[in-house]
């Protein structure tokens, strides 16, 4: 637990006397070209990095040799990344106040990914109820309570979205928002946007193979899963879909959720569709 948010148990906190991992986090040297992806956990991580590394690197093929990304919570020992070539591509769930700081200052490029919490919950409780770094064993009702009130990993959704969505407007122009259901449904269209607020420039043809590419069926099939460490065979790519909440929720679970959800983002403008 850092400042009274939990983690997993994989992120390598320090030993007696060394730093916590987070601090280290937001020291980390920028360089101009880095990107970092922001996500809430299972909001479509693993697929914002695969879309950015094709635009990036001007290639259609999947990564296959980066078989961890770099997610920086992850990183056992941060200077590593002083030997990643530029352009480097990292991510993380850390809420924004602790990305590295110098990033912050050079008012570096944020790729942030938003999907709707009720699937989000949903992929969170298949996750955890596999991930060994987690190691949860109860019902989906009580992973829904958890989730509601910001008792798992990363704290909650709501905290974490409504910062990101403050520091895109303490921040102009550094911070775009995917939104999954957008980008699930019309792929060509978001790819486009996403290569624009990078500077990249990109045919139409090349923009339909990274969308086919990128697809949940293609990824699924031949992306390496790192969670195969884990499990054997793999839970990162599950479903892929909008609205399995609906297979989940119970009517009552349902309102409740989305009176929190009301009052939450009352003075919010993401467009969050659960359809
Ligand atoms: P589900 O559990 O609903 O299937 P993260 O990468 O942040 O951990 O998010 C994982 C979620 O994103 C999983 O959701 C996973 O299936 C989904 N996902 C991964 N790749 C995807 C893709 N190419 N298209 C759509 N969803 C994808």
């Known amino acids: 637990e850092f400042e009274g948010v939990s983690y997993p148990s994989f992120i390598p906190f320090r030993k007696k006397g060394a730093k916590n991992v987070i601090e280290d986090i937001m020291n980390v040297k920028s360089r101009d070209s880095d ?10 991580t693993h697929w914002t990095y695969e879309i950015v590394n094709m635009l990036l690197r001007n290639t259609t093929e999947l990564d296959k040799n980066s078989k961890i990304q770099a997610m920086l919570e992850a990183v056992d020992d941060l200077s590593v990344l002083d030997s990643v070539p530029s352009p480097r591509i990292m991510d993380t769930h850390c809420l924004f106040k602790y990305i590295p700081k ?19 919950c949903v992929s969170y409780y298949y996750h955890c109820l596999k991930d ?9 009702e009580e992973f829904l309570e958890l989730f509601m009130s910001g008792k798992l990993p990363y704290g909650t959704w709501y905290n974490y979205e409504l910062e990101i969505e403050r520091a895109a407007r303490d921040f102009p122009g550094m911070i775009f928002t995917c939104y999954y259901e957008d980008m699930k449904q019309e792929p060509v269209r978001e790819i486009k946007k996403l290569a624009d607020f990078l500077g990249i420039a990109c045919s139409n043809d090349t923009l339909e193979k990274i969308a086919k590419k990128t697809s949940f069926e293609n990824m699924q099939k031949n992306k390496f899963d790192f ?14 879909e909008i609205g399995d909440w609906k297979n ?28």
């Open 102 to 120: 110098q990033h912050r200052e050079n008012k570096g490029k944020i790729v942030h990914m938003i999907r709707n919490p009720k699937d989000v």
């Open 227 to 240: 969670t195969e460490i884990v499990d054997g065979k793999g839970f990162i790519y599950r479903k892929g």
């Open 132 to 140: 060994v770094f987690i190691n949860f064993d109860g019902t989906w």
């Open 248 to 275: 989940h929720f119970t009517v009552k679970q349902n309102e409740k959720f989305d009176a929190q959800f009301k009052e939450e983002m009352k003075d919010s403008r993401y467009k969050i569709t659960f359809e």
């Open 35 to 44: 990107i970092i992806i922001c996500t809430y956990a299972k909001s479509g």
